[in-house]
């Protein structure tokens, strides 16, 4: 069975038709609901805050997007994919509505309400929600009532959808703030917006980190003496101060409704919610997704093709073990922090020690993204390795290089002219073997970066074994999910397709 979908319209109608079609089961009022937005770190929160709760012996569903390997990753019960049995249960129920009932739905919209429904049958008691674009117009939006709202972070992406400031950017993912539950922002938004917005959409709090957790020390320090501030920690942060709300706005209706001799009127979910310990944070918290700085010992031969382990025999002299960092930055305030976070791991002397390779997005700021790459090599673009991923959204080689035509050259007298790159064989596969046999011969760290789309790519030609989905998997959920994803970069702002 096939489903081809709909083209890509922003807005909630076909999510809130086909979510009634099979029951409304977002709506039990016994399933605890966090709800995250924000341009950098909210799939990270969200995987802090769910493994935390599932430590705390909580049934948890993780929706996150987009995914990296297998279409199954993005929703989750406590750690564990939705099994291919399920999606080929679940998916014709959808398919069934939405045929009935006439609802133009969407590959994303399909996928929300799938997630739904899943959780449902699983009979979770807490769900975080990563939204897939913005947030106001989101498939995700369709919450009524979360726990909470939180919001990681803003910056300039999406701008020909969600805007081209940070202010209308901060409004479009204010937009899942709701009447009368609390909401959480993250340090690097604008303050000022979102505080208007959360008292003109009635929020019961407007809460920072700083307001529950106090004064971030380390990020004092790195105001005041220019040190390289750890992102992760940053997520860890709000994640905690998350949770905290949660678990404080409980114990609050609780007595409440215990003072006023009125507990029949407390929201289920509160009661059901179990007390959580500092050890089950701390561990919960510490939890990092995949490809995010996620740092690999790869052994490769002397022309770059990588190699097996094997324990049982002697080393072979003619192998090379090249640490590899893979990571989603995307667009240039995540490029900006990967940098900062290599100088500060892995410091550098003058002639650095770190070989790119880069596939981006088309509808990021390309330039920005290539020279934060141009900058951490030093000028040496000779050390930066450019990709086009086999997907919709993908930049082109052609437009990578006539966005920052600082790759054509080297800065610093390198023997080499320009980045490495080919035309005729434009895949992630040849660039990394490049990259490994370089990095290798220069010891020098490999760094994947630039979207998510190409991770699975990545990742399979660095000899990992992944979660893949069945022919008939891609074929109901999308053909060729290792590529097929939401695709956003020719819409303007109403939300309409070009």
Do not use: W
């Not at 709506?27 to 705390?56: C, F, M, Q, W």
């Not at 390997?69 to 999606?87: C, Q």
């Not at 959920?477 to 702002?493: C, D, H, I, S, V």
Request: hydrophobic fraction near 35%; proline fraction near 4%; charge should be negative.
């Amino acid at each position: 069975m096939t489903n081809l979908f709909n083209p890509v319209k922003l807005g909630l109608d076909n999510t809130f038709a086909l979510h009634e079609a099979i029951g409304s089961p977002i709506d039990n009022p016994d399933i605890t609901i966090v709800h995250v937005a924000g341009t950098n770190g909210k799939g990270s929160v969200a995987l802090k805050i769910a493994r935390t709760y599932e430590l705390a012996g909580h049934k948890t569903g993780l929706f996150v997007s987009p995914h990296v390997s297998s279409f199954r990753e993005r929703m989750s019960v406590n750690g564990k994919m939705i099994s291919e049995e399920e999606v080929c249960q679940l998916l014709p129920e959808l398919y069934k509505q939405i045929d009935e009932k006439g609802i133009a739905a969407t590959y994303f919209e399909i996928t929300t309400c799938l997630a739904f429904l899943f959780f449902a049958t699983r009979g979770v008691d807490v769900i975080v929600l990563e939204t897939g674009l913005g947030g106001r117009l989101d498939a995700t939006n369709i919450v009524r009532k979360p726990a909470l709202s939180i919001i990681t972070s803003i910056g300039l992406e999406h701008t020909r959808i969600l805007g081209d400031t940070k202010e209308l950017i901060a409004l479009e993912k204010g937009g899942i703030i709701k009447e009368g539950r609390p909401v959480l922002v993250g340090p690097e938004v604008p303050m000022k917006v979102l505080r208007q917005c959360a008292k003109e959409k009635k929020a019961s709090a407007f809460y920072t980190c700083e307001d529950i957790l106090g004064e971030d020390e380390s990020s004092k320090s790195f105001k005041n003496a220019g040190d390289v501030k750890d992102y992760d920690k940053e997520n860890a942060r709000i994640a905690r101060a998350a949770l905290q709300i949660v678990q404080e706005d409980r114990n609050n209706r609780i007595c409440d409704s215990i003072r006023k001799d009125n507990e029949t009127n407390l929201d289920p979910s509160y009661k059901n919610l179990q007390t959580i310990t500092e050890n089950q944070i701390e561990l919960g918290t510490s939890q990092r997704p995949p490809c995010r700085f996620e740092v690999l010992q790869v052994l490769v031969d002397e022309n770059g093709a990588v190699q097996k382990r094997n324990e049982n025999e002697s080393s072979d002299l003619h192998l090379t073990e090249v640490k590899v960092i893979l990571d989603v930055a995307h667009n240039p305030p995540a490029m900006q922090h990967l940098v900062s976070k290599l100088e500060n791991t892995f410091p550098t002397d003058k002639d650095g020690n770190r070989r790119f390779v880069a596939g981006f997005s088309s509808d990021k700021n390309l330039f920005e993204c290539a020279q934060h790459l141009i900058n951490s090599c030093n000028g040496d673009v000779s050390r930066i390795h450019i990709i086009e991923a086999s997907h919709p959204r993908a930049a082109s080689i052609e437009s990578i290089l006539e966005a920052c035509p600082a790759l054509f050259s080297c800065q610093n007298n390198s023997e080499d002219s320009s980045a490495n790159y080919d035309k005729k064989d434009r895949s992630l596969s040849r660039q990394i073997k490049e990259g490994l046999r370089l990095a290798s011969k220069y010891n020098e760290i490999l760094v994947v970066c630039g979207s998510v789309f190409i991770m699975a790519e990545a990742r399979e030609a660095l000899g990992i074994d992944e979660p893949k989905d069945s022919d008939f998997i891609a074929e109901v959920a999308g053909a060729g999910m290792k590529t097929f994803q939401e695709n956003f970069g020719e819409q303007n702002k109403s939300g309409l397709s070009k």
